[in-house]
């Protein structure tokens, strides 16, 4: 199971940390990834990180101001999300996916692969 935690409502240029807590399976044998589905839009992924934290994909509109990170300690993935724009807003879901060798994060997170999904968080950036 994974539950999503840390969202909520902040203005424009504000910050959010989102938390993907994961249970019930080996968690540091999945990659992890970060979507996002807004009203009336399909869901995107947003950033993907390799099962070691080794490799991390991020979406174009999200570069340089989302980060993605894990601890395998603590069966959880974080997303930091910085200077946050309206667009941003969302309905934000972890997944968890066991990859082969030739599968990338970028490849979850373009296709959206997962084996396991969480109920989601909503995230508002309004002022």
């Known amino acids: 199971q994974l539950a999503e935690s840390g969202g909520g409502l902040v203005q424009p240029g504000g910050s959010l940390r989102l938390s993907c807590a994961a249970s019930?399976?080996?968690?540091?044998?999945?990659?992890i990834g970060w979507f996002r589905q807004a009203p009336g839009k399909e869901r995107e992924g947003v950033s993907c990180i390799s099962n070691s934290g080794g490799a991390t994909n991020y979406a174009d509109s999200v570069k340089g101001r989302f980060t993605i990170s894990r601890d395998n300690d603590k069966n959880t993935v974080y997303l930091q999300m910085n200077s946050l724009k309206p667009e941003d807003t969302a309905v934000y879901y972890c997944?968890?996916?066991?990859?082969?060798?030739?599968?990338?994060?970028?490849?979850?997170?373009?296709?959206?692969?997962?084996?396991?999904w969480g109920q989601g968080t909503q995230v508002t950036v309004s002022s």
């Open positions: 997944a968890a996916a066991l990859l082969d060798r030739v599968t990338t994060v970028q490849d979850m997170c373009d296709e959206g692969r997962g084996s396991y």
């Open positions: 019930g399976f080996t968690f540091g044998y999945y990659a």
